[in-house]
C-alpha cells in the first residue's frame, strides 16, 4: 500500500479524514495516524485505493515534466545547431563579399530587377481570368509580354507563379512527374482521387477532357449471359466495338441473336407455289381469266374443251427463280 509513497501523499491522506499533521512527524508516524483514522477502519479498501491513485497521479506528473524538459533540450540544441550555421553561412558571404565587393551590388539590383519585370508584365498582360474559358487569352498576351520585355526562360515560371498567386499552389518547378503503373483503386482511394478532381474543376486548375483517345469501356454480353469488354484495335484513335470482319463471324453473330427464332428453309416447290399464287394474285386485280387467255398470260388446260366451264391454267412467261446460297453454302 505505501509503495513509493513519499511523505507529501501521506500528509495528504492524513488531512483528507480530518486528521491534524504536525511539522515533526515523520513518515512512520503518518502510516500510524492513517491506519488509527476512523475512515480508515470503516472502509480499509477505500483508504488504499485513495493512496496508490495519489501515488501513480504523482509518478505519471512527474515523467511528463521530466518528457518536457527532455524536449526542451532537444528543441534548444537544435536552435544552437541552426545558430550555427546561420553563423557560418554569414561568415562565408563576408568573406566573398571582401573579396569581390561589386556582388552585394548585383544582388540587390537582381531583386530590384525581379520587381520590375514583374510590375511591367502585369501592366502588359490582361489580369488572371476566373474562368477556364479564359485562360487561352491570359497566356497569349502573357507570351507576347516576354517577347516584349526580352524575358529570359528562367525567369517565366517565377513571373507567373507571382502572377496567378494562390492559383499557382499546384503548380511544381523542377520536378519530376510520378510514374505509376495502372492499378485499381481501392473505394477510399477513388473517393479521395474524385474529391481532388472536382476541387481542380472548381478552380479552374482543369477541365473535362474531349480528347478522342478518351473512350469509355464498352461491354458486350456473351452467349452465356456473361459480359466482356469490347474488341479494341490497337491503332484505333477512338477505342469503340470493331465490327467482325469475315463473313462467318458475322453470320455467326446473326445465328446468336437470331437463335430463339430459326429460320426454316423451303423446298423450290414450296417457294414456286408461293410465288405463283401472289402473281396470280395481283394479275386478277386488273383482268379476267378470258382476257388474260386473250393475251396469252394464261392458257386453257387441254384436257378440259369446254372453256366457259371452270378454266385450269397454269402461268407462263415467270421469271426464273434465282438460286442465291446461304451464309453456310448452301442452296436456298
Not at 519585370?117 to 489580369?127: D, F
Not at 526580352?150 to 499552389?169: C, F, M, T, V
Not at 441473336?257 to 426454316?264: A, I, V, Y
Request: hydrophobic share 35%; aromatic share 6%.
Amino acid at each position: 500500500m505505501y509503495k513509493n509513497a513519499l511523505k507529501e501523499d501521506l500528509i495528504r491522506d492524513v488531512e483528507d479524514p480530518d486528521g491534524t499533521v504536525e511539522s515533526t512527524d515523520t513518515i512512520a508516524i503518518l502510516k500510524t495516524k492513517i491506519e488509527k483514522s476512523s475512515t480508515f477502519e470503516s472502509d480499509p479498501d477505500f483508504v488504499k485505493t485513495l493512496i496508490q491513485n495519489r501515488i501513480d497521479e504523482r509518478v505519471s506528473r512527474n515523467e511528463r515534466e521530466a518528457t518536457l524538459e527532455k524536449q526542451k533540450i532537444e528543441l534548444a540544441k537544435l536552435q544552437l545547431a541552426q545558430l550555427e550555421k546561420e553563423v557560418e553561412l554569414q561568415t562565408a558571404k563576408n568573406e566573398a563579399l571582401s573579396l569581390n565587393p561589386a556582388a552585394k551590388v548585383e544582388e540587390k539590383q537582381f531583386e530590384t530587377n525581379i520587381e520590375n519585370m514583374i510590375k511591367s508584365i502585369k501592366t502588359l498582360s490582361l489580369p488572371v481570368p476566373t474562368r477556364f474559358e479564359n485562360f487561352n487569352l491570359f497566356f497569349q498576351s502573357l507570351e507576347r509580354a516576354f517577347l516584349t520585355k526580352k524575358i529570359n526562360e528562367e525567369y517565366k515560371s517565377e513571373i507567373l507563379i507571382n502572377l496567378l498567386g494562390e492559383r499557382a499552389h499546384n503548380v511544381l518547378l523542377d520536378d519530376i512527374p510520378v510514374c505509376q503503373r495502372a492499378r485499381r483503386l481501392s473505394c477510399s482511394e477513388k473517393l479521395q482521387v474524385d474529391d481532388q478532381i472536382d476541387d481542380w474543376l472548381q478552380q479552374g486548375i482543369i477541365k473535362e477532357s474531349v480528347s478522342d483517345y478518351c473512350s469509355p469501356i464498352v461491354l458486350c454480353k456473351k452467349v452465356n449471359g456473361a459480359m466482356k469488354t469490347s474488341s479494341v484495335d490497337s491503332n484505333s484513335r477512338s477505342p469503340t466495338p470493331s465490327p467482325m470482319k469475315t463473313k462467318h463471324s458475322r453470320f455467326a453473330m446473326l445465328r446468336r441473336f437470331f437463335k430463339p427464332w430459326q429460320w426454316k428453309r423451303k423446298k423450290k416447290s414450296d417457294r414456286f407455289e408461293q410465288t405463283s399464287r401472289t402473281l396470280e394474285r395481283k394479275i386478277s386485280m386488273r383482268s379476267t381469266k378470258e382476257e388474260r387467255i386473250k393475251k396469252g398470260v394464261l392458257m386453257p388446260d387441254g384436257s378440259d374443251k369446254n372453256q366457259d366451264s371452270k378454266i385450269n391454267f397454269f402461268l407462263l412467261n415467270f421469271p426464273d427463280v434465282e438460286e442465291v446460297p446461304s451464309h453456310d453454302g448452301e442452296t436456298v
